[in-house]
């Protein structure tokens, strides 16, 4: 790709910077730009320019934010439980547990977690405000649903030992198998989460 025009290359290289895209996908979207005779370019170009400058993270949450609001809108939501705490990595899952509809309840975005063999420690992510709102004494349960890897688990574990002086109820995600999913297809760890994970039949 040597031979191309130095724009066109500049873009492939910024689009393969992006999670999930590789060589050939940043190629195909770059051309596909490039075609285009409508004024998608220039839209996506001012939403980029815009992302960073019209956001910025709540100051109670760390959730993304208008860069005009000092809180996001959930935590700005009187009707919310502010005493119900759900710890998520990423503001990418407060958009994914929203969409169920079903916690009524605030949230606290870490920005990341644990990771001893990335450099990533307590200090790295929001750990620290975490445990400012938890000991203010509001909170009555804090739900840990970071993601079931071996960082997730590291870190909700990290967590529950750091607030087990606190009176407070900490739950962590269910796990098991996915609805419609047979068991010849589970993984051992799947499995042995479903089996400890059971419920009464009421």
Do not use: W
Not at 41 to 69: G, M, Q, V, Y
Not at 127 to 153: Q, W
């Amino acid at each position: 790709m040597s031979n191309l025009p130095e724009p066109i290359l500049n873009l492939i290289n910024a689009f393969q910077r992006l999670p999930g895209i590789g060589p050939k996908t940043a190629s195909r979207l770059t051309f596909f730009l490039l075609r285009g005779s409508d004024d998608l370019p220039e839209k996506l170009a001012e939403s980029l320019r815009s992302l960073r400058s019209a956001t910025h993270l709540c100051t109670e949450c760390f959730n993304i934010t208008l860069a005009d609001r000092e809180y996001c809108e959930i935590c700005a939501d009187p009707a919310r439980d502010a005493g119900i705490l759900c710890v998520v990595e990423e503001p990418l899952d407060v958009m994914m547990l929203e969409r169920i509809d079903a916690f009524r309840g605030r949230y606290h975005v870490l920005h990341g977690v644990l990771s001893p063999i990335e450099g990533i420690g307590p200090d790295d992510i929001r750990l620290k405000p975490l445990f400012e709102r938890v000991k203010a004494g509001n909170v009555t349960e804090i739900i840990l649903a970071t993601n079931p890897s071996m960082e997730g688990d590291a870190t909700a574990l990290y967590i529950k030992q750091q607030l087990a002086s606190i009176p407070v109820r900490i739950t962590r995600l269910a796990r098991g198998l996915p609805v419609g999913s047979d068991l010849e297809f589970a993984d051992h760890n799947t499995l042995l989460r479903a089996l400890a994970g059971r419920q009464d039949m009421s």
